[in-house]
């Protein structure tokens, strides 16, 4: 179905298709090409980290992180239930174990206070989601892992120029990851990276990125590396996205200001959160509604033309990970959340006109 008004949408323009045309023409469609370093660098510079290893997508940054790491059989990482299922099939993908943590109630995120008890002498990491671009609590996060002696992953697949007490996530754990598929902030189509302080991680993780070939005596494989490259056609649409990142990040700030004033009114919706220490990018606009009403709410807008998505499952409930675990806040806030439209096009009429149908609901 062709939605009248969909979730998300990419903003390319005129620059994008220059970049992308530029590197056509040049025949540096693939895995090698000027574009790819400047993407790497311009990213990195952004978020405040020296050096960004550009991937495939995004789950195939979270696997190349936790392998840089020395994560695998036997040893276990902490992630949040309440994300979607790469982060945890990203710690499978090692013959690690992935042990779910519950949501924070007040912000979604993963809740700081219910990791320590999930920590055993096999534990080895954390990996955090900046859940639907809001961070984390990262200062209770990081003292826990230095406690602990644990290392830290920052899923940012949703909050591409989020922060946390004013300095911008992926900033904080040892390896951060990012997506840049067709919904998120910033899109390459598919594409994603990780980035690090770590001048040996990163080594290491371009010689795992590219087959494990040494990087000094060509098609000399030290290691069992992976295929995890980005192509320069994607970095060039990449580059051009990046110079528009915090006009990107202000749209979909005023749509959630929007969204806020004119449903805070409406009992039976919980706003999205943004906490004193926070700046939620919004990702999507997500609302906790009354479980009861949920269906009908996403078949009323689904009538006018208007995409909806629930919030994910928690993972502990899907098939491949499904347990006796029971993570109360988790399992409350999925059957409750609804993401509304958050597209960059989307018009001041066109958020009043699906308010409007949430109000006749």
């Known amino acids: 179905?062709?939605?009248?008004?969909?979730?998300a949408e990419p903003e390319i323009g005129e620059e994008e298709l220059k970049n992308v045309m530029e590197a056509v023409k040049s025949g540096w469609v693939s895995s090698k090409g000027p574009f790819i370093e400047e993407?790497?660098?311009?990213?990195?510079?952004?978020?405040?980290v020296k050096y960004g290893i550009a991937t495939s997508n995004g789950t195939a940054a979270l696997h190349l992180a936790l392998v840089a790491l020395g994560i695998g059989r036997g040893d276990k990482v902490l992630v949040p239930s309440l994300t979607f299922i790469a982060t945890a099939n990203a710690v499978?993908?090692?013959?690690?174990?992935?042990?779910?943590?519950?949501?924070?109630?007040?912000?979604?995120?993963?809740?700081?206070?219910?990791?320590?008890?999930?920590?055993?002498?096999?534990?080895?990491?954390?990996?955090?989601?900046?859940?639907?671009?809001?961070?984390?609590d990262m200062d209770e996060i990081m003292r826990i892992a230095e406690d602990h002696n644990?290392?830290?992953?920052?899923?940012?697949?949703?909050?591409?120029?989020?922060?946390?007490?004013?300095?911008?996530?992926?900033?904080?754990?040892?390896?951060?990851?990012f997506s840049f598929y067709g919904n998120k902030i910033i899109t390459t189509g598919e594409g994603g990276m990780c980035l690090t302080n770590n001048e040996e991680l990163a080594g290491k993780m371009r010689v795992l990125r590219d087959h494990g070939m040494n990087p000094n005596k060509k098609y000399w494989h030290d290691v069992i590396g992976f295929n995890y490259r980005m192509t320069?056609?994607?970095?060039?649409?990449?580059?051009?996205?990046?110079?528009?990142?915090d006009l990107l990040v202000a749209k979909k700030r005023q749509i959630a200001?929007?969204?806020?004033?004119?449903?805070q009114d409406l009992p039976f919706i919980t706003i999205a959160p943004e906490m004193p220490w926070a700046k939620n990018v919004y990702w999507l606009y997500s609302v906790l509604v009354k479980k009861e009403i949920k269906d009908k709410i996403m078949a009323s807008l689904e009538e006018k033309g208007i995409e909806t998505r629930?919030?994910?499952?928690?993972?502990?409930?899907?098939?491949?990970?499904?347990?006796?675990?029971?993570?109360?806040?988790?399992?409350?806030?999925?059957?409750?959340?609804?993401?509304?439209?958050?597209?960059?096009?989307?018009?001041?009429?066109?958020?009043?006109?699906?308010?409007?149908v949430l109000r006749e609901v």
């Open 310 to 356: 629930p919030f994910f499952h928690p993972i502990h409930m899907l098939p491949p990970y499904k347990s006796s675990l029971t993570l109360p806040v988790a399992e409350e806030l999925s059957a409750k959340g609804l993401n509304l439209p958050s597209g960059f096009r989307l018009s001041e009429n066109q958020i009043k006109e699906i308010v409007e």
């Open 257 to 263: 200001s929007l969204y806020k004033k004119l449903l």
């Open 232 to 245: 320069n056609l994607q970095a060039a649409l990449g580059i051009a996205q990046l110079k528009k990142i």
């Open 150 to 177: 644990l290392h830290v992953i920052e899923d940012c697949a949703e909050a591409h120029g989020a922060e946390y007490k004013g300095r911008k996530v992926g900033s904080f754990g040892i390896i951060s990851c």
């Open 39 to 48: 993407f790497e660098k311009s990213f990195s510079n952004y978020i405040g």
């Open 1 to 7: 179905m062709k939605y009248k008004i969909p979730i």
């Open 92 to 136: 499978t993908y090692t013959g690690a174990e992935p042990v779910f943590v519950d949501s924070h109630p007040e912000y979604w995120c993963i809740d700081p206070f219910k990791i320590e008890e999930k920590i055993d002498d096999k534990t080895k990491a954390i990996i955090v989601v900046h859940l639907y671009g809001h961070p984390c």
